[in-house]
């Protein structure tokens, strides 16, 4: 995974808990390289679980929980970020759709080597949509505060409901529902 996950993981834990207690959880961590991460690096996934389990029982929030605030975290460095993502698109589902013929093909010219997950969506009525998120790495609870929080960025209240699917454990279905 590319260092800026991680880099961005560690700025929300220093919002949220503080710079010490995130030193003093990073050093309990058992982490290969000790918690020093840089945005252009690339690290395993396995870390990223790790910090954020350790993160999990320095507050007592779930991983779940934690993983979908991060979400939140970075689509917010990504508005900031790349602006361009975001100002011609009318909605959330504009966004979602975007994300696999135009956001990931962007990463992959910059990053050739970063293995993205794979996103496909249909919209099944005027106000719902079908995203599977397919990737190898447990990150579906991130996926999910993505999703919430493009919801939240295009001020849309909407639902959203997430289905792992048992036959392959790298794909969760989310149906997205829009309140009229």
Not at 42 to 61: D, M, R, T, W
Not at 68 to 92: C, E, I, R
């Amino acid at each position: 995974m590319k260092g800026t996950i991680f880099v961005e993981l560690i700025k929300m834990a220093e919002n949220a808990f503080g710079e010490n207690a995130v030193d003093r959880v990073l050093d309990k961590a058992d982490l290969e390289n000790d918690g020093a991460y840089t945005t252009v690096g690339n690290y395993p996934c396995s870390e990223l679980v790790k910090i954020v389990v350790a993160f999990s029982e320095h507050s007592g929030i779930d991983p779940v929980t934690l993983q979908k605030m991060f979400g939140h975290w970075m689509l917010a460095h990504f508005v900031a970020h790349y602006p361009q993502f975001f100002s011609d698109k009318a909605d959330a589902f504009s966004l979602l759709e975007s994300i696999e013929g135009e956001i990931h093909v962007e990463v992959r010219k910059l990053y050739p080597e970063a293995e993205l997950p794979t996103f496909s969506t249909e919209r099944t009525a005027p106000n719902q949509m079908m995203m599977v998120y397919e990737s190898p790495r447990p990150l579906a609870a991130f996926c999910h505060g993505m999703i919430e929080a493009a919801l939240a960025h295009f001020d849309e209240d909407g639902g959203i409901t997430s289905q792992e699917n048992p036959a392959e454990p790298t794909i969760t279905n989310f149906e997205i529902t829009l309140q009229s």
